[in-house]
Nanobody, 120 residues
Framework: QVQLVESGGGWVQAGGSLTVSCTAS????????VTWFRQAPGKQRELVAR???????NYAYSVKGRFTISRDNAKNTVYLQMNSLKPEDTAVYYC??????????????WGQGTQVTVSS
C-alpha cells in the first residue's frame, strides 16, 4: 500500500512564494512520475507540473517560469516551489504518483490535497 501526503500549503500575499511537498510512504520499490494538479472552486482539476523518475519536467503554460518541481528520491518527496504567486493560483493542490510495487506492478495514487490561498 502506498500513501501520499501533501504539506506546506497555506496563505500568502500576491507576489509571494510557497513550497508544497508530497511525501510517499508505504511498501514500494520506487516512485516514478509525479504530477501536481490543482483544482479551484467551480473549476476542473488541471495539471500544474510533472516530473519523471529521470527528473524530466514539464509545466502548465500558466505557471511556467514561476513554479519549479523537483524531487528528492532519498526522501521519497517531490516539491513544488511556487514564486510570484497570483490570486488565480488559489486552489487545492493535489499530488499524484505512479509507484512500482514489489510484485512489479505499478499503481496510481492520489494525495488528499493541500489548500493554497493567494490574496490580492
Amino acid at each position: 500500500q502506498v500513501q501520499l501526503v501533501e504539506s506546506g500549503g497555506g496563505w500568502v500575499q500576491a507576489g509571494g512564494s510557497l513550497t508544497v511537498s508530497c511525501t510517499a510512504s508505504g511498501t514500494f520499490i520506487s516512485i516514478d512520475t509525479v504530477t501536481w494538479f490543482r483544482q479551484a472552486p467551480g473549476k476542473q482539476r488541471e495539471l500544474v507540473a510533472r516530473i519523471t523518475s529521470g527528473s524530466t519536467t514539464n509545466y502548465a503554460y500558466s505557471v511556467k517560469g514561476r513554479f519549479t518541481i523537483s524531487r528528492d528520491n532519498a526522501k521519497n518527496t517531490v516539491y513544488l516551489q511556487m514564486n510570484s504567486l497570483k490570486p488565480e493560483d488559489t486552489a487545492v493542490y493535489y499530488c499524484n504518483a505512479y509507484a512500482l510495487l514489489h510484485d512489479r506492478t505499478s499503481i496510481n495514487v492520489w494525495g488528499q490535497g493541500t489548500q493554497v490561498t493567494v490574496s490580492s
